[in-house]
């Protein structure tokens, strides 16, 4: 008993004498670390677009133009089919009736010419303004040299196993395969669905074989081209949040970025300093040439100035407390009257800037200050 009565004591003891526990102060390690976790200001997104550096799918551009490419193809297959089968008919016309001249090459060469324009130049020029308008919508108008300026760093062979095995370069594998088994798929369903379809066209005329071909590729080709513009969507709305992670800024970046767009505090403070100097040394330069310096007494003092060029008094000058002893001072010093009046300081001191005129509420208390004024300066004269 008494053993463990004093191994208590000895126990309780040490547990006054050791030392006390702390709470660890806690440190925000973005600042040391520079981890990207802030959205990035409007600044950094314009540098960005002005680089070019946008969030685009490419994928979304190529959907749009397969499928303004086999729409056209559908609205227009008739009349290029006209076209051709009347070129082709042509030209194993005159091969029989004609001898090849120069002149015959020609009229062969510009007839061609013109088939190309009527059948291939209308597709083409769909692709281009479908192209152009899906590029517009994804980014808007961007016209940047940047992008064409050489990048050595591109050529670099460290920097190209870097892009090589890099998270991005693995997405894009992922959905390369992905896009081969989707289109693999579909042409495999329609392979097995068409099976008995595609026997036939051995045994149709030329015209019907062409239209049954034609409108077989033609449905395949929009289920595919379906199946992508979702898989587009998820792309276009992929590179968009990976646009935005790669914009991402650290603490101490917008802290910089601050200082660059708004200038550093520190020397926006001097000059600001520097600013309110010269003010202080112009308003006690004005203080000589006042009328009269209303006080409160002690805590607040006004100089007006006067004359009959004015439309109303002049506040040349204010302060309060030490700056206001200052002014007493310096009227003193030039023979300036100094008015005491607590009312008429109290009502000035915070409506009027130096500079300004009264407001027209004071013209009386004010007037009647500089008559008394001037009162007194004529009598001492």
């Not at 190209?160 to 390369?176: H, P, T």
Request: aromatic content about 10%; glycine content about 4%.
């Amino acid at each position: 008993m008494a053993l463990s009565v004093i191994f208590t004591a000895s126990w309780l003891s040490l547990r006054q004498l050791s030392p006390p526990r702390y709470k660890l102060a806690t440190f925000d390690l973005q600042l040391f670390n520079g981890e990207k976790t802030e959205e990035a200001t409007p600044k950094r997104k314009e540098e960005s677009k002005k680089k070019g550096q946008v969030a685009k799918s490419s994928d979304m551009s190529a959907v749009f133009v397969m499928m303004a490419a086999f729409y056209a193809m559908n609205l227009l297959g008739t009349g290029i089919y006209a076209e051709l089968a009347g070129c082709m008919t042509g030209i194993f016309s005159s091969l029989t009736s004609t001898d090849f001249t120069i002149n015959s090459v020609h009229i062969l060469f510009l007839g061609l010419s013109l088939v190309f324009l009527k059948t291939v130049v209308p597709i083409l020029l769909v692709i281009l303004i479908i192209s152009i308008a899906v590029n517009y919508m994804q980014v808007g108008f961007i016209f940047s040299t940047e992008v064409l300026m050489p990048n050595f760093s591109k050529i670099n062979p460290l920097s190209g196993l870097k892009r090589l095995f890099s998270k991005r370069s693995l997405v894009e594998l992922l959905k390369a395969l992905f896009k081969v088994a989707i289109i693999g798929y579909f042409i495999y369903r329609f392979a097995v669905l068409q099976t008995a379809d595609i026997p036939k066209l051995i045994n149709m005329e030329l015209i019907d074989s062409l239209k049954l071909a034609g409108s077989l590729i033609i449905n395949l080709a929009f289920q595919i081209i379906g199946v992508m513009l979702i898989l587009a969507a998820f792309d276009y709305f992929y590179q968009w949040w990976e646009h935005n992670q790669n914009l991402k800024m650290s603490k101490q970046e917008i802290k910089e970025e601050f200082k660059q767009t708004e200038g550093n505090p520190q020397i926006k403070g001097k000059i600001k300093e520097k600013q309110r100097a010269i003010a202080m040394r112009r308003m006690m330069q004005e203080i000589p040439k006042a009328d009269v310096v209303v006080t409160n007494p002690t805590h607040l003092a006004i100089a007006l100035k006067y004359d009959k060029n004015m439309a109303a008094p002049v506040v040349v000058a204010k302060g309060q407390d030490f700056l206001a002893e200052r002014i007493k001072q310096i009227a003193r010093d030039n023979k300036v009257a100094v008015v005491e009046n607590k009312p008429l300081a109290r009502a000035l001191y915070p409506v009027v800037e130096v500079g300004n005129v009264i407001p027209p509420e004071l013209y009386q208390a004010v007037a009647e200050v500089l008559a008394y004024v001037y009162r007194l300066k004529k009598r001492l004269s």
